[in-house]
């Protein structure tokens, strides 16, 4: 096989495991990072096989070089946050650096484009019903910044694709597995080991992360173009998840029902003991809205897309987790 893949955000989460399914069929991977880091929780004999560049997707003339003599690109490089004091950075990393990949792939020819969206980029309401791919974007109070960055960085690759780019689209929802449990949604595993004793009732579609990076790479070798596909595994109540990962490591279920009206409270007890410790709150107006909302997301798109993929049931994707996490637990 002498296909050559490029992903940025290789350091990230999502695409950290997506450069080990790479690795391990056998592509040629070439990947970008801002600087010398790599994701411990990949073993090093498959990063050591990848070709490492330094680069960022602000800097167009980095992308054009790291995208030369590549295949496909898999653009995983993005922001994560729900802060409202990140909005300007959500925007300018997650919007305007999608843009410059999307340029500068269609100007080095890159014969096939696979997007890292989002699940918040289809938008969440009160009404819940099943989210498919065909929901109509509208905000409402349960947008957050982030969403609304990812939904124009949508607009970015369709705008792409209409100039001519082979592109696909994949909407993954909460992502869960081994990584570093002080960021991003693997802090969710780091909370329930210290047993923090809250839980809430919503509902939220879940999935494992080596599932995704299967879906991801699979996309990439279909023949599939201009469609936008969800990558949801189940639709777990946020109890339900947490008692699973408690049960993993062998720690207290979390007992206290966080209300609607406590966690209102508890976002503005955050917000006021962020302002004096200058650390980012953990807890948000819009995350404290999410965890209370009941949204529910439709796979049926990508099983029937990709016949041969099947996911993994999620208890054990956890399971798997919790083990890593004990067993290596990341750098403090």
Avoid at 49 to 76: F, P, R, T, Y
């Amino acid at each position: 096989m002498n296909t050559k893949v490029l992903v940025t955000g290789g350091t990230g989460f999502l695409g950290a495991y997506i450069l080990q399914e790479l690795v391990q069929q056998g592509y040629t991977v070439r990947a970008i990072r801002r600087r010398p880091q790599a994701p411990f929780y990949i073993p090093q004999a498959i990063l050591s096989k990848v070709e490492w560049v330094e680069g960022d997707i602000l800097d167009v003339v980095s992308l054009v070089e790291a995208m030369q003599d590549m295949d496909a690109v898999i653009h995983s490089a993005g922001k994560v946050s729900f802060h409202n004091r990140d909005k300007e950075a959500l925007y300018k990393i997650n919007i305007e650096g999608t843009a410059n990949v999307v340029n500068a792939a269609i100007e080095t020819g890159i014969k096939r484009f696979v997007h890292i969206s989002s699940v918040a980029a289809i938008g969440r309401d009160a009404s819940s019903e099943m989210v498919t791919e065909e929901k109509k974007w509208h905000q409402n109070k349960y947008t957050t910044p982030y969403a609304v960055s990812k939904h124009l960085a949508e607009m970015e690759v369709w705008r792409g694709a209409a100039e001519g780019l082979n592109a696909v689209m994949v909407n993954p929802s909460t992502i869960l597995g081994y990584g570093d449990w002080h960021t991003s949604s693997c802090a969710i595993f780091k909370s329930v080991y210290d047993e923090f004793p809250w839980y809430t009732t919503g509902i939220n579609g879940f999935v494992g992360v080596e599932d995704v990076a299967r879906a991801v790479v699979m996309l990439m070798q279909s023949d599939l173009s201009g469609e936008r596909y969800i990558i949801n595994n189940v639709n777990w109540t946020f109890q339900q998840m947490l008692n699973t990962i408690a049960d993993g490591f062998g720690k207290k279920r979390p007992s206290r029902e966080a209300t609607p009206l406590l966690g209102a409270l508890a976002w503005r007890m955050e917000k006021v003991k962020s302002f004096f410790s200058g650390k980012s709150p953990l807890l948000t107006s819009h995350s404290a809205r999410v965890a209370q909302s009941k949204t529910y997301f439709d796979n049926r798109k990508i099983l029937a897309a990709l016949p041969q993929f099947s996911f993994t049931p999620l208890q054990e994707s956890i399971a798997k987790a919790c083990r890593q996490y004990i067993e290596n637990p990341p750098p403090a």
